[in-house]
Each structure stands twice: as structure tokens, then as C-alpha cells.
């Protein structure tokens, strides 16, 4: 098994300000903060600042997709105060290896989203051997909607490479982490089941009933 799970929250919809409101309920049971990347598209990076002051022992992770300019995108990231940043899988071995250069001088982290890339399971030891923090594991949203999700992957990844430094996203939800329960990932990604609720308090208490 892997340590103690940890829960990131996606955070996808709505303004800075409704994530703060959000967070305000729940911050308490979540570890991660993820600004995700359609409020990063809609309203910039610079409110990421305001997030790490008012919640300053709390991970965040700005969703940047980083397909290109390794180096110079994650520097926008860090120098607003994210502690994670993450790239594509799919982006070439220098936009990576620039990224996790930014990442080391700042004290941060790289996470390699592996949306749409074809083999994760074999790309992931070249990344381990760049020093990658994080590989995720994530089901498109587009895809996790028609019930697509990333258990089947998750399972054969877990055989080769245990479940350290590693996370999952699209559609997680608490039936899904149940799911995982034999191979339990270091992060579980939890977007909509959350931030959708009329109870996000207690779709989060939900989430980590079944975590651990």
C-alpha cells in the first residue's frame, strides 16, 4: 500500500472568489489545492497569489497543461506562488526536463499529466529518470462524461510501479475510489463531485470516508 492518500481538489468553474468561498467549507479536509486550467484560461495566473496567502499551509497546484516553452511557462506558475506545476505527457523531453528545471530552483514540483497519451505505462520510467514528481493518470473529461475511467490503467501501472507518486483524475468519484482500493494511488483528483454539490462539505466527507 501506498502512504496515507492524499485529496486534491479540482477546481474548475467559477471565479477565484467562489473557490475561496469554497474552501472556507472544506480546506480543512483537502490537501491539495488544484486551480484547474479553465479558471487559469478564464481569469490568469495572478490570483493564484491571493489563494497562497490565504491558505498558506495548504499545497497548490496550478493546472497549466504545459505542452510547450517548458521553462518559461513554469516559471509563471512558480513565481505566483504554485507549489506543483503541471506538464503534458505528451509535450517533448525538453519542455519537460525545462519545466522540472524551473520546478527544482524554486523548490516545486512537476506533475506530467498523461491525458490522451497513448502508453503511460511505458513513458513513465523515462519521467522518473527526469526526476518527475508526479505522473496522473487522467480520463479526458469529455471521455470520463460517456464513463470512461482509468481503473484498467491504474491496475496494470500499480503491478509494474506501486502506487507512489502517483495520481488520478476524471470523474473520480467515491465508488471509483473504492475501486481503487487494491491499488491505491498517492493523490486522488476530485472535481465535480465536489465543487458541483449543494454540500460540498459533505461530498468531501464522502470522498475521504472511502479513501483510507
Sequence with gaps: YCKIMKLQLAFDLGSFQDLILLLEQVEDLIDIIEIGTPLIVKEGVKEIENIKKTFPKKTILADMKIMDAGELEAKIGFDVGADIVTCLGLASSTTIAGAK?????????????????????????????????????????????????????????????GGNNLAVAGGVKPDLIQGMSHFQPEIVVVGSYITDSAQPREAVENVRKVMN
Aim: charged share 25%; aromatic share 10%; net charge negative.
Design 101 to 161: 528545471k524551473v520546478a527544482s530552483r524554486n523548490n516545486g514540483k512537476i506533475m506530467v499529466d498523461m491525458i490522451n497519451h497513448y502508453n503511460p505505462i511505458s513513458k513513465w520510467p523515462e519521467l522518473l529518470e527526469m526526476g518527475i514528481d508526479y505522473g496522473c493518470l487522467h480520463t479526458a473529461h469529455d471521455d470520463a462524461v460517456t464513463g470512461d475511467n482509468s481503473i484498467e490503467i491504474l491496475e496494470q501501472f500499480y503491478k509494474i510501479y
